[in-house]
């Protein structure tokens, strides 16, 4: 046996790192501007304004959160329908919403010019973040 494969029967052979990290990493839905959701746990709907691919919030907000869920996941900024808020929500904490229907939400016309077959065609105003 040379010694090639005697030292290659050794090693693992590793996965390419794209491969480990969806292994490993649980699927979450990953949603964009425009997309209508709907938040598992409190079951407001909305339209989803902006995204950061982590939680930029700082410690003192993070840890007031009730769920504190983790911090190393896309979060997105959502225009909550029917009220003036707008939510700070961890995508393992947001579905998609099939509901078809438009949010009332007075931002709305700033961040989106037009609704079209469910969906929010955004702007190019940007999210203050």
Not at 16 to 21: D, E, G, V, Y
Request: with cysteine; charged share 25%.
């Amino acid at each position: 046996m040379s010694r090639e494969v005697w030292a290659g029967s050794l090693i693992p052979r590793l996965e390419p790192l794209s491969t480990m990290i969806a292994i490993n990493r649980p699927s979450r839905p990953d949603f964009e501007p425009g997309q209508l959701v709907r938040h598992r746990r409190y079951g407001y709907r909305g339209v989803v304004v902006g995204r950061d691919e982590f939680c930029r919030a700082n410690d003192a907000w993070y840890s007031k959160n009730q769920t504190q869920p983790n911090r190393d996941q896309p979060w997105y900024h959502v225009l909550v329908d029917r009220s003036l808020t707008c939510t700070y929500a961890a995508s393992e904490n947001l579905d998609a919403d099939s509901s078809g229907l438009p949010v009332e939400h007075p931002l709305v016309s700033q961040f989106f010019n037009e609704f079209k077959n469910g969906l929010y065609i955004r702007n190019d105003e940007p999210w203050p973040g």
